[in-house]
């Protein structure tokens, strides 16, 4: 196990060290001048020229680069032009927003995802199965900006259920803090529980099929425990993968719905830098996000070799 | 057949048809046989005659839907399994029938310990707690011949070879001391060597506890060391149903004579071995008449418009052949 998990990060090393590289390229060929932009307007040539130096503009991508890499080493992200202060102030300030976020959403993708999927595969074609097929096909094609905004008109506007916007202001007590929360992780997380409940049906209902489900009920086990022991933890393998990437992608890729939630996460901060050109924000930022990403599926791989025994001798999984 | 020994198991009249979109496949229509105490029987026939569905009859796990026991009883100890409720029937699956498969290296959990999947059943039937049943379980290994049995009982089922894998899962399958095991072609997905192994596993178990064995196969070859009794099955009907020795040496029925000519034998000089042409019907559109007709040697006008009855051919032999008397005889001309 422990060398597994060695070799994991070795790995992980690499993509970050590929992501940082591919990052900072991607930013050199944008065309536009840097300079121009974060200098005052009428800014003389020298003004400019001091910029350029200061962000060592002025040095070829390569070397730009590799101070960029010893600087990080050293932890430190830069400081972003537009707000004017260290990269790593504003991440410390906006990524707990999102991990909380995505937090939520999580818990809420786990217990509606599995819970449809589950009994949808297990009483299969009856009124709840189709509920959960027409209900997920409904979900999954519903963009969150478009589910984003209903919810606003429907629980805020009209029924004043729910915060219309925003984090919770600081000091509000558990349950009203809660109430901020509820929108926008289940905007966030519709998608993915849609695509859970089918992902943990479809599996359930392969495994239902397999020998060593029929060994068990031939042992005289009860239906409850073969499905909830035999089956379900051999059907959720692929569900439990599928959480773990999704969960990066829930912090990372949360831009639309924390922009229609005005909520003050990295998604909201990324947003503003791209449009902004602010470099070192959006390197920092992408910076601390692959990191998690790439964290998190490691965890993945971790409970992955967890479940299946399998994946723990370094073999792949048989073919049954 | 128990000739008035101990009745232990007797299916009366089973029919068991699978409702599908083609029509209905009646995988096993009107099949009757008994097991006593003890007694092994072999129950044979080509892939797709209901041997399978049989057994899993038996033990009411028969997919459902599209499969549907139509008719019959299935009398177990005294009581029909059929009107048991589910609750019932659990406590006669694993504890008082075990059941073994085909494919050893698809039968096993991937997930859990062979050690745990074992204990399983233990914990269930007999009530014992996590330490007992532990024990137990590393005894069972060690009765089915699994080396360091301590140590094999926390592997998973990957770290076994498909020989292991199979004496595992006759050690679930007896663990709570059943009195019938079923063993579904149990040695068929293993190499020559480890086949003879298994056998020799059931053969010798079933001295050392009085177990009933219900051995489904295809192969004749294993049928003679284990089982004392044959049913032979044809398109989901018994064709013939007699001790070993008749239906090897003196079958009274044209398939189960072809198929004991279908299999080589060391002691006796032949050029070829006899093949039977054709392939099984389709049990959605019968032929009418005997469902054996198109395919046999012997085969007569009457073969194809009337369906022979199962009757006794001599005494202790069932034939369903309206020849069964002289097939042989019958049909001169016809060489093996």
Redesign the interface.
């Known amino acids: 196990m422990l060398v597994f998990i060695l070799r994991r990060l070795y790995q992980t090393l690499i993509v970050v060290l590929g992501v940082v590289v591919l990052i900072s390229f991607l930013l050199a060929i944008i065309p536009g001048d840097v300079a121009r932009m974060r200098a005052p307007k009428g800014s003389s040539e020298e003004v400019l020229e001091n910029i350029r130096k200061k962000f060592y503009l002025d040095k070829p991508f390569l070397t730009r680069l590799g101070i960029y890499i010893k600087n990080i080493l050293k932890l430190d992200l830069g400081e972003s032009f537009t707000y004017k202060r260290s990269v790593w102030s504003i991440i410390r300030e906006s990524l707990p927003w999102s991990v909380k976020l995505a937090l939520v959403a999580e818990v809420i993708i786990v217990i509606f995802g599995i819970l449809a999927g589950v009994i949808s595969a297990v009483s299969r074609y009856s009124f709840w199965d189709v509920l959960v097929t027409i209900s997920t096909s409904v979900l999954v094609a519903m963009p969150i900006y478009w589910i984003g905004r209903l919810m606003q008109l429907f629980f805020a506007q009209w029924l004043g259920w729910f915060p219309n916007s925003g984090a919770p202001p600081p000091g509000s007590g558990f349950w009203s803090g809660l109430s901020y929360y509820v929108m926008p992780a289940t905007a966030l997380a519709a998608i993915s529980t849609a695509y859970v409940a089918r992902l943990a049906r479809s599996s359930m209902l392969e495994v239902m099929r397999q020998d060593y489900i029929q060994t068990a009920r031939a042992k005289g086990l009860s239906n409850r425990r073969v499905t909830y022991k035999h089956a379900l933890r051999n059907g959720l393998i692929p569900v439990v993968t599928y959480l773990g990437i999704d969960f990066g992608v829930l912090i990372g890729a949360a831009v639309l719905t924390e922009m229609i939630f005005n909520w003050p996460g990295v998604g909201h901060k990324l947003y503003f830098a791209v449009i902004q050109r602010d470099h070192t924000m959006v390197l920092g930022l992408v910076f601390v996000l692959v990191i998690i990403v790439v964290f998190i599926n490691l965890l993945v791989d971790i409970s992955y070799a967890f479940l299946d025994p399998r994946i723990r001798l370094g073999e792949s999984p048989e073919v049954t | 057949m128990t000739n008035g020994k101990d009745t232990l198991l007797e299916v009366r009249n089973l029919r068991t048809w699978f409702h599908t979109q083609e029509g209905v496949v009646r995988a096993v229509d009107g099949v009757s046989f008994a097991i006593a105490r003890g007694e092994a029987l072999a129950v044979v026939g080509e892939s797709g005659c209901g041997k399978t569905v049989t057994a899993l009859s038996v033990?009411n796990?028969v997919p459902s839907p599209p499969g549907r026991i139509e008719e019959g009883e299935i009398v177990f100890e005294g009581r029909n399994l059929l009107e048991m409720n589910?609750r019932e029937m659990?406590?006669?699956?694993?504890?008082n029938i075990?059941?073994i498969?085909q494919?050893p290296?698809?039968?096993?959990?991937?997930?859990?310990?062979i050690g745990s999947q074992i204990r399983?059943?233990i914990q269930?039937?007999l009530g014992l707690n996590r330490r007992e049943a532990k024990r137990r379980a590393v005894e069972l290994l060690e009765m089915v011949e699994i080396p360091q049995a301590e140590r094999r009982y926390k592997m998973?089922p990957?770290e076994f070879s498909g020989g292991m894998r199979q004496r595992a899962?006759i050690a679930?399958?007896l663990s709570c001391e059943p009195k019938l095991l079923i063993a579904d072609e149990p040695s068929t997905a293993l190499d020559v060597t480890i086949q003879a192994q298994i056998m020799e596993l059931i053969a010798r178990l079933r001295q050392e506890i009085g177990l009933a064995v219900m051995l489904i196969t295809h192969d004749l070859g294993v049928v003679a060391g284990v089982a004392e009794t044959v049913l032979v099955m044809y398109a989901g009907k018994v064709v013939e149903y007699a001790d070993i020795d008749r239906v090897y040496y003196n079958s009274r029925h044209p398939y189960a004579w072809s198929l004991m000519r279908s299999v080589p034998r060391l002691d006796e000089k032949k050029d070829r071995l006899l093949t039977i042409g054709g392939s099984p019907p389709s049990l959605i559109n019968l032929p009418p008449g005997c469902s054996f007709s198109p395919r046999c040697p012997f085969a007569e006008e009457i073969c194809f418009q009337e369906e022979p009855p199962l009757v006794e051919a001599e005494s202790g032999h069932l034939s369903a052949c309206h020849f069964a008397g002289d097939f042989e005889k019958h049909g001169q001309g016809v060489k093996s």
């Not at chain 2, 659990?90 to 504890?95: F, I, L, S, T």
């Open positions: 033990m796990l589910d659990r406590q006669v699956r694993g504890n075990g059941m498969f494919d290296m698809t039968s096993l959990n991937p997930v859990f310990t399983e059943a269930v039937h998973y990957h899962m679930m399958a």
